[in-house]
């Protein structure tokens, strides 16, 4: 199985400030014949299932704000929040789905409120 | 809408068994592989069980492997889990979920959960 390692595993930050998570995969999850990297992230609220936030490393979701942007190519891999608001407390997880099941997820980073 | 309700957790001992059950509606059930992730209190997605859209293949973690059986019934647009030989570690939180790769987009639908605490 491809494992996924994230970091930090918590990190906190002030109102209006930029978070960054990271996470690296064991193996690139490139695919060469569409040029499309098969890792997605997700926010997890409490109490509430994941929420997919983007698919292939750096499309949106719809509905999901501008001030989300995700990059990155072949194993390592960035979630940049701008402008942290409240709202976006939250549990965070990234996830490969570039081999057949399972699609593993990182362990998560927490971000809180400096 | 696709809806994934999962039903069945509750309260067992050690070494007890459950079945848990997730239903499945506003998708064509069968063309779709379908899986079980769990979260322990406070913990991490733990990827559990898998099963393709027409049972051929399953799959398994190695935490549960041996003592889990996951199944389906097309028929019903129902996806099981039977546990056995359940352990404290065990606890958690169970998600039915499944991803859909449609015209280059990539959806992600999960279930509420169902909460099983294996306890004495």
């Known amino acids: 199985d491809i494992v996924m390692t994230q970091s930090p595993d918590s990190l906190a930050v002030s109102l209006g400030e930029r978070a960054t998570i990271n996470c690296k995969s064991s193996?690139?999850?490139?695919?060469?014949?569409?040029?499309?990297?098969?890792l997605g992230w997700y926010q997890q609220k409490p109490g509430q299932p994941p929420k997919l936030l983007f698919y292939?490393?750096?499309t949106r979701e719809s509905g999901v704000p501008d001030r989300f942007s995700g990059s990155g190519s072949g194993t390592d891999f960035t979630l940049t929040i701008s402008n942290l608001q409240a709202e976006d407390v939250a549990v965070y997880y990234c996830q490969q789905y570039y081999s057949s099941l399972p699609y593993t997820f990182g362990q998560g980073t927490k971000l809180e409120i400096k | 809408e696709v809806q994934l309700l999962e039903s069945g957790g509750g309260f067992v001992q050690p070494g007890g068994s459950l079945t848990l059950t997730c239903a499945g509606s506003?998708?064509?059930?069968?063309?779709?592989?379908m899986n079980w992730v769990r979260q322990a209190p406070g913990k991490g997605l733990e990827w559990v069980s898998s099963?393709?859209?027409?049972?051929?293949?399953?799959y398994y973690g190695d935490s549960v492997k041996g003592r889990f059986t996951v199944s389906r019934d097309n028929s019903k647009n129902t996806l099981s889990l039977q546990m056995s030989s359940l352990r404290a570690e065990d606890t958690a939180v169970y998600y039915c979920a499944k991803w859909a790769f449609d015209f280059g987009v990539v959806r992600s639908y999960w279930g509420q959960g169902t909460l099983v605490t294996v306890s004495s």
């Open positions: 193996q690139s999850v490139l695919h060469r014949s569409n040029n499309r990297n098969y």
């Open positions: 506003g998708f064509t059930f069968s063309s779709y592989a």
């Open positions: 099963i393709s859209g027409s049972s051929e293949k399953t």
């Open positions: 292939w490393a750096s």
